[in-house]
């Protein structure tokens, strides 16, 4: 029997009943040495379980490769952390997650395929999620309660009523995870709609509902649908999260609180979405499409009970009052605010151009007709596009398709404009100098779409490019992952301005490591490292306009802090500071 099993109203763990007081938490949004600390203030919260996501395109990043389970995919030893802290956790595997992460969770190589009909019971589909469960269910069997390990609990999709109503696509999955060794409950979870809840469940599996306020009328809808067994609230939203151009979205403490006591009077087990957000470090932010695409920006702040660095928030305090009333919460202190770095300055003064490096940080593939950042096997990062121009003349640049998703555009090494996806740019005024002037078009991948039917949209050039109706060919196509900066030769900076993209490098001294928070003023697009740690993405549009460094990617002494810096600028200085700016706020 598994550890945790259902009655007509409620749950039952090892035959004694039990409410799930849980909170969400992504474990390859924390850095894992920060793991052990987050998992306690969620018990010392009155929490009993934790939630997570699986980043299936993370955990697998090539096909025919080895489960990667380190680092921040270190999920066995986050699942020990959990047990240790006497903690259970839910398991939301997917396939496909959501979670504004890159993609929706899904693998590029299998998204890049456009006759796969993803997310269905297309062989094609099933075989790879089979493929990857083979993998990675005998690495967490340990962890699972049937091995009294601390897993209680596995999701079957994901808010798969939003998407489709393929219900043998769904008994697959559940038959895939049974089938390979899982006896835990299994559940599905859909938004509190009629038409979700009946396309998103199935005979004999759990169905939970997501919402964030109208507690009442949603888990009506969830008793209407189910006339008896437990409700669950798989995601109560409690913050939101931020595009960039947008407001910093923010939801009033005491607003979450009451909607939560009413959860809690109601009878009805939770999931707290979320109880930490973390950070989108590196390029793993998702993005939106629905009338434009809006990519999301790297802090995953959420308005959390933690905060991004991991300090308690204002809901924090009001949720622990309210889990007190329902559950009780451990005898021990609330957490208090962790140490912050001392301001620190950092003086940028090494520089190196990124056009003319190109060529030795990665090789090229030549080609007559463009090709895709997909075609060149690189699913995120940049991409730069070089050939030459027919003539020397007025004239107007043509990107049949647009750009996935943002591209600067040089001539002659010149800056000469930008075009957006977000905007639907298509082309572009340049003045030609020169007969055989080169062209450079630097595109950026801003984040995969995770939700609806534009997961998997191509990025780079998507299609011909003209030069006033003449068709340019013989292109040098080059991926940048911008994996590893090794190679890149900075010099002295001089006083006169960058006026092109360029890596940009400074030292600084640490005392004790702490969290700290790396603010750009002077600066306008780019990405941040620090002692090789890749931070993630900043932009002056904002909202954000600082970006978190974790404590454990400090060290004692001198520190090294890199900057690609997209847009040229007069700066040479950052500033590490003790107090995040995530922009203005929007209550909602």
Request: net charge negative; glycine share 12%; with cysteine.
């Amino acid at each position: 029997m598994p550890a945790l099993t259902t009655t007509s109203d409620g749950f039952l763990l090892h035959g004694e009943p039990f409410r799930i007081l849980s909170g969400a938490l992504h474990y390859f949004r924390v850095h894992p040495d920060l793991w052990a600390d987050r998992l306690r203030k969620a018990r010392l919260m009155g929490l009993n379980t934790v939630e997570t996501y699986l980043p299936w395109n993370h955990h697998q990043p090539d096909p025919d490769g080895p489960l990667v389970l380190d680092g921040l995919l270190d999920l066995p030893r986050f699942l020990r952390l959990a047990r240790d802290e006497g903690l259970r956790v839910l398991l939301r595997p997917g396939p496909f997650i959501c979670a504004e992460w890159d993609g929706g969770g899904l693998p590029d190589w299998l998204t890049s395929d456009t006759d796969i009909r993803l997310r269905s019971s297309d062989p094609r589909f099933t075989g790879a999620v089979d493929r990857y469960l083979d993998l990675l269910l005998p690495a967490l069997r340990p962890y699972m309660a049937a091995a009294g390990g601390p897993v209680i609990a596995v999701q079957v999709e994901n808010e798969y009523g939003a998407y489709g109503d393929d219900s043998a696509y769904l008994k697959h999955l559940a038959d895939a995870f049974r089938s390979r060794g899982v006896e835990e409950l299994l559940f599905t979870c859909d938004q509190a709609d009629p038409e979700h809840l009946a396309a998103g469940s199935l005979p004999g599996v759990l169905v939970a509902s997501t919402f964030g306020s109208r507690v009442e009328r949603c888990l009506g809808r969830l008793r209407e649908h189910r006339n008896e067994g437990p409700l669950f609230c798989a995601e109560f939203w409690i913050g939101w999260f931020d595009h960039w151009g947008g407001p910093h979205h923010v939801r009033d403490a005491a607003d979450a609180a009451a909607d939560l006591d009413r959860l809690l009077s109601a009878g009805a087990s939770v999931n707290i979405y979320m109880f930490h957000g973390g950070t989108n470090f590196g390029f793993a932010n998702g993005a939106n499409h629905k009338h434009a695409y809006t990519p999301t920006i790297t802090s995953y702040d959420y308005d959390a009970a933690l905060t991004e660095c991991g300090d308690p928030g204002p809901k924090y305090h009001a949720f622990r009052e309210v889990i007190a009333r329902h559950a009780g919460v451990p005898d021990e202190p609330a957490p208090v605010p962790g140490p912050k770095l001392p301001p620190t300055d950092v003086e940028l003064d090494g520089v190196a151009p990124l056009l003319p490096l190109v060529g030795t940080l990665t090789a090229s593939v030549r080609a007559d007709d463009l090709v895709t950042m997909d075609e060149l096997g690189q699913r995120t990062g940049y991409a730069l596009y070089r050939t030459t121009l027919p003539a020397a003349a007025d004239g107007l640049l043509h990107f049949s398709g647009g750009v996935g998703d943002r591209a600067q555009v040089f001539v002659d090494g010149a800056p000469v404009g930008v075009l957006e996806r977000e905007r639907h740019d298509e082309t572009l005024p340049v003045r030609v100098p020169r007969c055989g002037a080169t062209l450079e078009v630097l595109v950026e991948n801003m984040g995969g779409v995770n939700y609806g039917p534009r997961i998997g949209a191509p990025k780079g050039l998507l299609g011909p490019v003209s030069f006033s109706g003449t068709g340019l060919r013989g292109w040098d196509c080059h991926p940048l992952a911008l994996d590893d900066l090794s190679a890149v030769p900075f010099a002295p900076g001089g006083d006169a301005a960058v006026t092109v993209p360029a890596f940009h490098r400074g030292t600084f001294e640490v005392d004790t490591p702490a969290d700290a928070f790396l603010a750009l003023p002077g600066w306008t697009k780019g990405q941040a490292w620090v002692n090789g740690f890749h931070l993630g993405r900043y932009w002056n549009r904002g909202p954000q306009h600082t970006l978190y460094v974790p404590a454990p990617v400090l060290r004692p002494g001198a520190n090294e802090l890199v900057l690609l810096e997209l847009h040229g600028t007069t700066a040479t200085r950052a500033q590490l500071t003790d107090t995040p700016d995530l922009g203005p706020e929007n209550t909602w």
